[in-house]
């Protein structure tokens, strides 16, 4: 067995100087001459210094020139000259020639020699790009199967750096013996089928790498191998570097026409065929932004959508691209902004800024004028008076959180603001036939109204509110200059409300609470959770800690905007909870804090009514190897030869109005247990509901899982709650639970579906 170990190294050799072999010199600078020396190298290859004396020409430096393409990559320095040497893959040492010369003055020829390495193998590593490699693994003195790979550097290192080659070897093995045992097979049928990792024949690999990093260190390694996975030889390896992102050199040109108050035809014309992308942003936008940062956004953006499956090729573009976005703002400033980009998803220029755009007004055709004003300020909410001089304009009212607002002016946030009331006229926010035309709150003549209880919007205590009105006509466009009023909400102050509760409908599953507090005009906040929970928040005389009890609703239980759930007066509401629990209602006056101290009422809840109906289903299932049923029907099971494929009847009787059954793992992952697994039965989507049959593909041999089944009569009273757990096991012998493949999709029937873990 060779040197254990083999690494990359760093040899020169110097020998007897070589005297100049040929000099034209130029008369202004006096007799020149380039001394250099051959030089030896080992068999393993590495960087090679040549040291060089330019004579007669200070200042400048050589040019060299070699016809062999295993020395590569010169880099002519001040007094050296260094390149790299390949690993030599034969049994003999080889030689080639290096020309050093100054222009067309003076040059001299050296020889440089490459003995044979003492190595098993040698690795020779071609870079093709920033993406990519090819690496040639070669057995020099071993004759055998040998196992190869690349990995990034910083992992080879763990083991480099405590000379534990050893624990490389046994980590080596151990996956693969993962990876063989996930495909069914045995270590030696794995290994001799995969070309990507192993050289059954002993034969030299020219594998190419194309899933690489740019910019990143790696070690391509081998050693042998037998199939069994005996290790026959030491490890060799070596080092290598992906290249840098290449750049590209493409400009662009803008062509922007049609410009409407809402949309554009935006052409954009690279100088190449390179791949790019642009975007278009607002001026009010773009003012938080730079164009490195909108450039980092959209390409985060776009990583996503390739991370869920998307086409790369399909999103960036190459040649000329245009598009015509028909929901822009009117009277806005658009800047486009383009960069280079490879097929990898990253940026090959500096973003650039190729122009702008802006869309048409919607003019100001009214002169009508607002004269603004808050007779009454509460906690959470404000009194509105609005004077149009016109009565006849139609106009909205919108009092906005100073603190959303930020730096946008007066217009662009009465753009926006139209912008968002579209948006929600296009879902259908308002109700079906709901437009500008007809909302409810655009009005005439002069109006009161409440911000939140007429206008539906939010407010909290202490906060500044910008409100803004402007007029609107019957299509959204904006008719008026844009009047603004900025009114502070009053600060907190404590409140005497209390509250009453009553269990409107008992449910397992879903309560019916009713929360009645003692005053009708202030807001409240209430949440249902296990008392064990709350408990956690509890004082040592047993009351409730209001503050962090407070602080959790509003950060976990209202994900911060706890203003949208704040309610007025008395309510009923269904909530959740799971079946034989103590769970508590805690509730208290709200106004951007709690304005009273927490109230709690404890309820235990039913069990679930298991037994109550005659209803049930017989369920019969079947588990199949994948890999059975694609011999016999290869085009419907292709991809699934590693999966258990299981197949499911249902035969409900008389008294089922509706039945439910699905796979899902076992009980002990899910908190609720039981309680879970019912609305998860009952989701159509993911399970099997009301139907004769079903199927599941995708599920892992070796790995356990729950079936199961319950059916309810026509008044909604359930049956018997039926629970099994299964291993799908591929593998003959004890514990082998696989029935005989059959064609049961060769009569489908009409109700039933097929679905995927």
Same mark, same amino acid.
């Given at each position: 067995?060779?040197?254990?170990?083999?690494?990359?190294?760093?040899?020169?050799?110097?020998?007897?100087?070589?005297?100049?072999?040929?000099?034209?010199?130029?008369?202004?600078?006096?007799?020149?001459?380039?001394?250099?020396?051959?030089?030896?190298?080992?068999?393993?290859?590495?960087?090679?210094?040549?040291?060089?004396?330019?004579?007669?020409?200070?200042?400048?430096?050589?040019?060299?020139?070699?016809?062999?393409?295993?020395?590569?990559?010169?880099?002519?320095?001040?007094?050296?000259?260094?390149?790299?040497?390949?690993?030599?893959?034969?049994?003999?040492?080889?030689?080639?020639?290096?020309?050093?010369?100054?222009?067309?003055?003076?040059?001299?020829?050296?020889?440089?020699?490459?003995?044979?390495?003492?190595?098993?193998?040698?690795?020779?590593?071609?870079?093709?790009?920033?993406?990519?490699?090819?690496?040639?693994?070669?057995?020099?003195?071993?004759?055998?199967?040998?196992?190869?790979?690349?990995?990034?550097?910083?992992?080879?290192?763990?083991?480099?750096?405590?000379?534990?080659?050893?624990?490389?070897?046994?980590?080596?093995?151990?996956?693969?013996?993962?990876?063989?045992?996930?495909?069914?097979?045995?270590?030696?049928?794995?290994?001799?089928?995969?070309?990507?990792?192993?050289?059954?024949?002993?034969?030299?690999?020219?594998?190419?790498?194309?899933? &690489?990093?740019?910019? %990143?260190? #790696?070690?391509?390694?081998?050693? =042998? !191998? +037998?199939?069994?996975?005996?290790?026959? $030889?030491?490890?060799?390896?070596?080092?290598?570097?992906?290249?840098?992102?290449?750049?590209?050199?493409?400009?662009?040109?803008?062509?922007?026409?049609?410009?409407?108050?809402?949309?554009?035809?935006?052409?954009?014309?690279?100088?190449?065929?390179?791949?790019?992308?642009?975007?278009?942003?607002?001026?009010?936008?773009?003012?938080?932004?730079?164009?490195?940062?909108?450039?980092?956004?959209?390409?985060?953006?776009?990583?996503?959508?390739?991370?869920?499956?998307?086409?790369?090729?399909?999103?960036?573009?190459?040649?000329?691209?245009?598009?015509?976005?028909?929901? &822009?703002?009117?009277? %806005?400033? #658009?800047?486009?902004?383009?960069? =280079? !980009? +490879?097929?990898?998803?990253?940026?090959? $220029?500096?973003?650039?800024?190729?122009?702008?755009?802006?869309?048409?007004?919607?003019?100001?055709?009214?002169?009508?004028?607002?004269?603004?004003?808050?007779?009454?300020?509460?906690?959470?909410?404000?009194?509105?008076?609005?004077?149009?001089?016109?009565?006849?304009?139609?106009?909205?009212?919108?009092?906005?959180?100073?603190?959303?607002?930020?730096?946008?002016?007066?217009?662009?946030?009465?753009?926006?603001?139209?912008?968002?009331?579209?948006?929600?006229?296009?879902?259908?926010?308002?109700?079906?036939?709901?437009?500008?035309?007809?909302?409810?709150?655009?009005?005439?003549?002069?109006? %009161?109204?409440?911000?939140?209880?007429?206008?539906?919007?939010?407010?909290?205590?202490?906060?500044?509110?910008?409100?803004?009105?402007?007029?609107?006509?019957?299509?959204?466009?904006?008719?008026?200059?844009?009047?603004?009023?900025?009114?502070?909400?009053?600060?907190?102050?404590?409140?005497?409300?209390?509250?009453?509760?009553?269990?409107?409908?008992?449910?397992?599953?879903?309560?019916?609470?009713?929360?009645?507090?003692?005053?009708?005009?202030?807001?409240?906040?209430?949440?249902?959770?296990?008392?064990?929970?709350?408990?956690?928040?509890?004082?040592?005389?047993?009351?409730?800690?209001?503050?962090?009890?407070?602080?959790?609703?509003?950060?976990?239980?209202?994900?911060?905007?706890?203003?949208?759930?704040?309610?007025?007066?008395?309510?009923?509401?269904?909530?959740?909870?799971?079946?034989?629990?103590?769970?508590?209602?805690?509730?208290?006056?709200?106004?951007?804090?709690?304005?009273?101290?927490?109230?709690?009422?404890?309820?235990?809840?039913?069990?679930?009514?298991?037994?109550?109906?005659?209803?049930?289903?017989?369920?019969?299932?079947?588990?199949?190897?994948?890999?059975?049923?694609?011999?016999?029907?290869?085009?419907?099971?292709?991809?699934?030869?590693?999966?258990?494929?299981?197949?499911?009847?249902?035969?409900?009787?008389?008294?089922?109005?509706?039945?439910?059954?699905?796979?899902?793992?076992?009980?002990?992952?899910?908190?609720?247990?039981?309680?879970?697994?019912?609305?998860?039965?009952?989701?159509?989507?993911?399970?099997?509901?009301?139907?004769?049959?079903?199927?599941?593909?995708?599920?892992?041999?070796?790995?356990?899982?729950?079936?199961?089944?319950?059916?309810?009569?026509?008044?909604?009273?359930?049956?018997?709650?039926?629970?099994?757990?299964?291993?799908?096991?591929?593998?003959?012998?004890?514990?082998?639970?696989?029935?005989?493949?059959?064609?049961?999709?060769?009569?489908?029937?009409?109700?039933?579906?097929?679905?995927?873990?």
């Amino acid at each position: 067995m060779k040197r254990l170990f083999n690494i990359i190294t760093l040899f020169t050799v110097l020998f007897a100087a070589v005297e100049l072999t040929s000099c034209n010199n130029d008369p202004s600078v006096g007799e020149m001459k380039i001394v250099a020396s051959d030089a030896e190298m080992n068999g393993l290859g590495g960087k090679l210094n040549i040291p060089y004396t330019l004579n007669g020409a200070d200042g400048v430096k050589p040019s060299v020139e070699c016809s062999d393409s295993w020395i590569r990559n010169f880099k002519v320095y001040d007094t050296i000259i260094q390149c790299d040497v390949e690993a030599n893959p034969t049994k003999e040492a080889r030689s080639t020639t290096i020309t050093i010369f100054y222009e067309r003055y003076c040059s001299t020829t050296i020889t440089v020699t490459q003995g044979v390495a003492d190595s098993d193998f040698v690795i020779n590593v071609t870079p093709t790009g920033a993406y990519s490699s090819l690496v040639n693994y070669v057995p020099i003195n071993y004759e055998g199967p040998f196992f190869f790979l690349v990995v990034d550097k910083s992992y080879f290192e763990m083991y480099q750096l405590t000379n534990n080659f050893e624990a490389l070897y046994e980590d080596d093995i151990e996956w693969l013996y993962e990876l063989a045992e996930h495909y069914g097979m045995s270590l030696e049928e794995y290994l001799g089928l995969n070309k990507q990792l192993f050289s059954a024949d002993g034969s030299e690999v020219l594998m190419p790498y194309s899933d &690489l990093d740019p910019q %990143t260190s #790696y070690v391509a390694y081998c050693y =042998g !191998m +037998d199939l069994d996975g005996t290790r026959k $030889t030491d490890i060799c390896f070596c080092e290598f570097t992906t290249e840098i992102i290449a750049t590209s050199d493409i400009e662009f040109t803008l062509s922007v026409e049609n410009i409407t108050s809402n949309s554009a035809s935006i052409t954009v014309t690279p100088s190449n065929d390179d791949y790019y992308y642009w975007t278009y942003i607002s001026e009010m936008d773009y003012a938080k932004y730079d164009d490195y940062a909108v450039m980092v956004n959209m390409i985060s953006n776009i990583a996503a959508q390739v991370a869920n499956g998307a086409d790369l090729l399909s999103i960036i573009h190459s040649g000329t691209s245009s598009q015509t976005p028909t929901q &822009l703002w009117s009277g %806005t400033k #658009y800047h486009i902004i383009a960069w =280079g !980009m +490879d097929s990898r998803c990253n940026a090959t $220029t500096t973003p650039v800024n190729i122009g702008s755009f802006t869309t048409v007004s919607g003019g100001i055709i009214d002169d009508c004028t607002f004269a603004i004003s808050c007779p009454e300020v509460k906690q959470t909410d404000i009194l509105i008076n609005v004077k149009p001089s016109n009565a006849d304009t139609r106009y909205m009212i919108c009092p906005v959180e100073d603190g959303i607002c930020g730096a946008y002016g007066d217009e662009q946030m009465a753009q926006r603001l139209i912008n968002m009331e579209q948006a929600r006229f296009d879902e259908a926010f308002y109700g079906a036939g709901v437009n500008w035309s007809n909302a409810e709150w655009i009005f005439t003549g002069e109006q %009161t109204v409440w911000g939140r209880a007429d206008l539906d919007w939010t407010f909290e205590a202490g906060k500044t509110y910008r409100i803004y009105v402007f007029g609107v006509d019957h299509n959204g466009s904006r008719t008026t200059a844009v009047a603004r009023y900025d009114q502070q909400a009053a600060e907190v102050e404590p409140s005497n409300m209390t509250f009453q509760v009553e269990l409107v409908q008992n449910s397992w599953d879903h309560p019916i609470i009713r929360v009645i507090p003692s005053v009708d005009n202030e807001y409240w906040v209430a949440c249902v959770m296990k008392t064990e929970y709350v408990d956690w928040y509890r004082n040592e005389d047993g009351t409730i800690n209001d503050h962090e009890m407070m602080h959790m609703l509003d950060e976990e239980y209202f994900d911060g905007q706890a203003k949208y759930y704040a309610k007025m007066g008395t309510d009923e509401s269904s909530y959740y909870w799971s079946s034989d629990s103590l769970y508590s209602l805690v509730v208290c006056g709200w106004s951007g804090t709690n304005t009273t101290r927490f109230f709690e009422f404890q309820f235990e809840t039913p069990s679930i009514p298991w037994n109550e109906s005659e209803a049930g289903v017989d369920v019969k299932y079947y588990l199949f190897n994948g890999a059975d049923l694609a011999k016999l029907e290869p085009m419907m099971w292709a991809g699934y030869e590693d999966n258990c494929i299981i197949y499911i009847e249902y035969t409900p009787n008389e008294q089922a109005a509706h039945w439910y059954g699905g796979v899902w793992l076992p009980l002990e992952y899910y908190e609720l247990g039981v309680d879970h697994l019912i609305p998860l039965l009952k989701n159509d989507t993911v399970s099997h509901v009301d139907q004769s049959w079903g199927r599941y593909s995708g599920c892992v041999f070796d790995t356990t899982y729950s079936l199961s089944w319950f059916a309810e009569d026509a008044e909604g009273k359930f049956g018997e709650w039926n629970y099994i757990e299964f291993t799908p096991t591929r593998t003959e012998g004890e514990g082998y639970n696989m029935s005989e493949p059959f064609k049961f999709w060769e009569n489908p029937h009409q109700n039933g579906t097929f679905m995927v873990l």
